[in-house]
Structure formats: structure tokens, C-alpha cells
């Protein structure tokens, strides 16, 4: 077989056996499958008001016509809506859930991963079942307390960016304090007591020695607090009521719902919203995709 | 050793303690303020007629018993009807062990397709995560647009095309079909994890169980049955309990797919309907202790197989 010499129709079947057809087939249709809404997405971000209204749909744009972002971004446009301010609005909130969720996680982890002390046990099982408790479960009560403090200190929950922040940490430290404690955990014990005998204090072997040994970690779990602040829907939904607040998503849902269908700028608000995200996970893939099955994204 | 060594370690153990209660305080704080107490406070309104009117005033709502249950029990959204109209308890559980059980084969297939070596794995596998990094609410807008009504709609003229259909179909506004449709969008969106999941035992399987299965004379199909199978056996199930509570609790997919009309409204839905479109915050809060004794079940159910496989 090795030296043989074989035409084109030998090595047409060497290459086409059935094992190798089907694999191709099913890896074909996933992929289609996968990519053809993201293609639709962003080609869909680059159509005229012509393609999408038409009778049939249009599968490949006539070309990059940016009406649909003239929509979202200029201020001249007879319909403006102002998206900039929305992408504002998401980072204001994604950004400052992720580092408070992080360095409260890794004070609160460290904890849990090294020192023995009373309660722990309680406290890591609590964790746990929260970390498997529904959002919609937590919405009532946070509302209804959130309302009343507010009342009490005179000040709005409403339209409350910070408010907002406040509540996405019931989703993000759960999840953070999880992944990080498991990480903390793989950290030898040695390393710390070593730097210990030498004289560091415990501030210090976190500083020194264990954050910068965790930076994967670190990453990863400031990544994902962020997507979920960046994708939360249902409390946003719930604590913004002026456009001006709005994030991402509920602006998004906004022009999605309204009397005029505009598919386009629908499509090219999602696109923005959803390349970011695609770009830092494949850009950190090699970090993120073990936090998946950690449980990272929740949901 | 001596006392003074003894006293030295013990009050260095008493300072470790104190150190660990004041690293781990802030989020003990917002974990209590923020997760535990509005859960237990959540029973309390369940038990208690709460709605705008007294939410400044939340604490001296009246109490009126198990009211609230019974008038969710007997809402028409929530009752099983007969199998026109499912109601939100049966939908909820049709939907989530549906979606699950999908989502867990899908994602069995593409990690038995990533398992074997080809060119480009890496970024297949990148890219099979995509339906599961993306936004839920783009995925979701995107989603709404290829399965459109009208005519124009991507799967509608891909369907008349091909003459299956003669007529285009309302995908996610007709019953049953729209049940029928969000659990494959589900399935298509959560496979990923799963997909994760099972790859990671899979890579860790003993090849030379394979080997001497070869030996043997067993062909792939074989194999499969005799070698992966068993030993995905645990990991399979712990990804489906896990899959299948998350996708129990899930609010925005249906939601955002079908606003829970046309015989998909589920639990989280209701409860949201509840709180927020008829502001019965009582009536919320019991539709979602509904719901979480359900899970509660599951998580039990989770617990007592799962983690104790874990230790075993």
C-alpha cells in the first residue's frame, strides 16, 4: 500500500470510506447550524429597510449598508436611539460587578480554602445551594427590600445603576467564590507556609505568592462575572424603567418590540452586543472553556 | 513542647480565625443580605397579601394563610386543563426534562464527534461553544427572525422551497409547535455544556480499555456500548440533574422567545407575571416556592446520587 502507485479513483476511495463520510456529514451540520444564526445576526445588521421588508428573504446583503447602525448612533436620524448610551449603561454595570464580585471572591475564598474556623462548612453548603437557586425566586423579595430601604435612606431603586450592581452580586459571588475557592484549593499549601516562615504576613502570601499563582484563575473568573452582568436580562428588565438607564439587553428588547418591526437594527444592536463577547472568549478560550464546566456561565 | 509554644500556636490559630472571619465578612454580608435573607423573606410575602400599594410598608402586609397558594393552584395558568392547555406546572416539567434530555444527547454527539482527532479541532470546538457564550437576548431576537411567520421568513422559505410546507407557519405562536420549537432552541443553546462536560471524561478514558476491546474483535458500535457508555455512565447523569435544574429555573429563554404564550408558560414566567404584570407579589412569591420545592426535589434527588458517587 505504501509505495503503490493508485489513480485518482483509488484514492477517491481510500479517502471516501463510510466512517470518515459520516463525520464529515454530522461535523458539517453542526457547524451550519451553529455559524448560520451568527451569519444571519451580523449579515442581517448590514441590510436596507428593502431587504428586510421583502418577499423573500435576502441571504446575502448587497452591501455593507451601515443603515441600520445610522439608526443606533446617529443623532440626525429621524428614529435615533441613542445606543451609545446603552453601551455605557452595560459597562457602568458589567465593569464594576466584575471587580467588586472578584476581589470580594478571592478575600472570601482564600478564607475558605485555607483557615479552619467555625461556621464553614455551613457557610461553603450555603454557597452551594445558591449557587442552584432560581433568579426569578430571589426577584420578589430583593424588590420589595430594596424598595423599602430605599424609601428609608430616600433614595431610588429605580433606575439605580448601583442598585443594579448591588443586586447582580447575588449572581456573580456565589459563582466567583465557587470557582475560586476550588482553585485556591489546587494552590500547594507549602508554597504559603514557606513564604510564612520567612516572615510574610498572610496579606502578604496573598499578595505576593497565591494571587499571582492564581492569575488564570483570576481571569477567567473576572470574565465571566462580567458576561453575566453584561447579559442579565431579568433584573435589568425589572429595576430600569427610563430609556436613558437602559442596558444593552433591555434596549435591545425594546426596539425588538416596537410597532414598526426593524429586524435590522435589532440585528445590528445584538451584533454589537454579541461580538465583544465572542472575541474575549476566543481570545482567552484557553482559560475560559475549563470554567465552563465549573459552572461559570450559570444557566 | 513547651506552654509557651502551645499558647504561641494556639493564639496563632485564634488570629488565623479572625483573620479568616474579617476576609470572608464582606461577602458573608452580601451572600446573607442578598441571597439569604430575601430567600427566607420570599416564604414570608408567600404567606402575605403584598402588592404596590403596600410595598412601602411591606412589614405590616396582612397575613392571609395559604391564600395565596390556593389561588395559584386553581389559576387556569397553572392547572393542568386537559391536554389542550397544559397549564404552567406540567409545561414547565415537559419543557425542562425535554430541553435537558436534548441538550445532553446533542451535546453526546458533538463530544464523541470532537473526541477523534481531525484537523481544525480546536476551533471546531471553539466554535461549538458559541450558541452558549453568545447573549441570550441576541441569540434569542435572532432566532425569532430566521423562524419569522411570514413568507419571508429563513426557515419558512427554506420549507416552501423545498415543498414540505405548502403554507408558512407561525413557528412560535401556534401550540404545541411552539412547546416543541423552544425545546430544540434550548437543546441548540445548552448543548455546549454538556458537550464540555462529557469531553472531559471522555479524553479521560483508559485507551487501552479500547485496545483489548480491538483485540477482541469488537467493532466501534460495540466498543461504544461496552467501554463509553459505562464509563460516561456518572457524568452523564450529573450533567443532566445539573442541566435540568438550571433549565427549571430559566426565565429569559421562553421569555424572550415566546413572552410564555401558546402553551409555553412555564413556573419562573408565572411567577414573574405574578409579581410584575398583576404586581401580586404574595401570588409571586407562592408561585416560586412552587417552583422551588419542585427543584428542591430535584436538588435532593441530585445530592443524595450524585455527590455521593463523588465520594465514592
Known amino acids: 500500500m505504501k509505495n503503490e502507485k493508485k489513480n485518482l479513483i ?41 431587504e428586510i421588508g421583502g418577499r423573500e428573504p435576502v441571504y446575502v446583503p448587497s452591501g455593507l449598508r451601515l443603515d441600520a447602525y445610522r439608526e443606533l448612533f446617529d443623532p440626525n436620524h429621524p428614529s435615533y436611539q441613542d445606543f451609545g448610551t446603552n453601551i455605557i449603561n452595560t459597562l457602568k454595570v458589567s465593569i464594576p460587578t466584575a471587580i467588586i464580585a472578584v476581589v470580594l471572591a478571592v478575600l472570601g475564598s482564600y478564607a475558605i ?24 425566586l430571589l426577584i420578589i423579595p430583593l424588590f420589595a427590600m430594596l424598595a423599602q430601604i430605599g424609601d428609608q435612606l430616600g433614595f ?30 489546587t494552590i500547594p499549601d507549602e508554597i504559603e507556609q514557606a513564604a510564612l516562615i520567612d516572615g510574610c504576613s498572610r496579606l502578604e502570601v496573598i499578595w505576593r505568592v497565591t494571587l499571582p499563582l492564581s492569575i488564570p484563575a483570576l481571569i477567567s473568573v473576572s470574565i465571566y462575572t462580567f458576561m453575566i452582568a453584561w447579559n442579565e436580562f431579568l433584573y435589568a428588565l425589572i429595576f430600569l424603567n427610563d430609556r436613558h438607564m437602559f442596558t444593552m439587553p433591555i434596549k435591545i428588547n425594546t426596539i425588538f418590540n416596537d410597532p414598526t418591526p426593524r429586524p435590522n437594527v435589532v440585528m445590528a444592536a445584538s451584533t454589537i452586543m454579541t461580538v465583544p463577547i465572542i472575541i474575549l472568549f476566543l481570545s482567552l478560550e484557553k482559560y475560559l ?10 444557566g | 513542647m513547651s506552654i509557651a509554644g502551645t499558647k504561641k500556636v494556639k493564639s496563632r490559630k485564634a488570629q488565623e480565625a479572625r483573620l479568616a472571619w474579617i476576609l470572608i465578612s464582606p461577602t458573608a454580608l452580601i451572600v446573607f443580605g442578598l441571597v439569604i435573607f430575601p430567600a427566607i423573606f420570599s416564604i414570608w410575602v408567600s404567606f402575605h397579601d403584598v402588592g404596590l400599594n ?21 389559576d387556569y395558568a397553572f392547572k393542568f386543563q386537559g391536554l389542550n392547555n397544559w397549564g404552567a406546572a406540567v409545561t414547565t416539567i415537559v419543557y425542562s426534562f425535554a430541553s435537558t434530555s436534548l441538550a445532553v444527547l446533542v451535546g453526546l454527539a458533538a463530544s464523541l464527534l470532537l473526541n477523534r482527532p481531525f484537523k481544525g479541532r480546536g476551533v471546531a470546538r471553539a466554535i461549538f461553544l458559541f450558541p452558549y457564550v453568545a447573549p441570550i ?12 411567520p411570514r413568507p419571508s421568513g429563513v426557515v419558512n422559505d427554506i420549507l416552501m422551497s423545498l415543498n414540505l410546507i405548502e403554507l408558512p407557519k407561525a413557528y412560535l405562536a401556534t401550540r404545541g409547535l411552539s412547546l416543541l420549537i423552544v425545546i430544540l432552541l434550548d437543546a441548540w443553546r445548552y448543548f455546549p455544556f454538556c458537550m464540555l462536560m462529557i469531553l472531559a471524561r471522555l479524553q479521560a478514558i483508559d485507551n487501552t480499555l479500547y485496545e483489548a476491546a480491538k483485540v477482541d474483535g469488537a467493532n466501534a458500535i460495540q466498543q461504544f456500548f461496552a467501554i463509553t457508555l459505562p464509563e460516561l455512565r456518572y457524568v452523564l447523569g450529573a450533567t443532566f440533574l445539573l442541566r435540568l435544574m438550571w433549565t427549571f429555573n430559566k426565565f429569559d429563554d421562553i421569555f ?33 416556592m412552587i417552583l422551588l420545592l419542585i427543584l428542591a426535589l430535584f436538588m435532593t434527588l441530585y445530592v443524595t446520587t450524585v455527590m455521593k458517587n463523588v465520594e465514592d
Open chain 1, 10 to 50: 483509488g484514492h477517491l476511495a481510500d479517502w471516501i470510506n463510510w466512517r470518515r463520510f459520516i463525520f464529515s456529514v454530522v461535523l458539517i451540520f453542526f457547524l451550519t447550524s451553529i455559524l448560520f444564526p451568527f451569519y444571519w445576526m451580523v449579515s442581517s445588521s448590514f441590510k436596507t429597510r428593502a
Open chain 2, 256 to 288: 424572550l422567545y415566546t413572552g410564555g404564550g401558546f402553551g409555553t408558560k412555564v413556573l419562573p414566567v408565572l411567577t414573574y407575571e405574578f409579581s410584575f404584570r398583576l404586581y401580586d407579589f404574595g401570588r409571586g412569591a407562592a408561585t416560586a
Open chain 2, 137 to 148: 437576548v441576541s441569540i434569542a431576537f435572532v432566532w425569532r427572525w430566521i423562524l419569522d
Open chain 2, 54 to 74: 403596600n410595598l412601602n410598608d411591606v412589614f405590616h402586609a396582612p397575613f392571609v394563610g395559604f391564600e395565596n397558594y390556593r389561588e395559584v393552584i386553581n
Open chain 1, 289 to 298: 472553556a475549563e470554567g465552563l464546566t465549573a459552572g461559570g456561565v450559570k
Open chain 1, 113 to 136: 480554602a485555607r483557615f479552619k474556623f467555625k461556621g464553614k462548612e455551613l457557610l461553603l453548603n450555603g454557597i452551594l445551594l445558591v449557587y442552584l437557586f432560581p433568579g426569578v
Open chain 1, 156 to 185: 431610588n431603586v429605580q433606575d439605580n445603576l448601583a442598585v443594579l450592581v448591588l443586586t447582580y452580586m447575588s449572581q456573580t459571588l456565589p459563582v466567583a467564590l465557587y470557582m475560586l475557592t476550588n482553585y485556591f484549593r
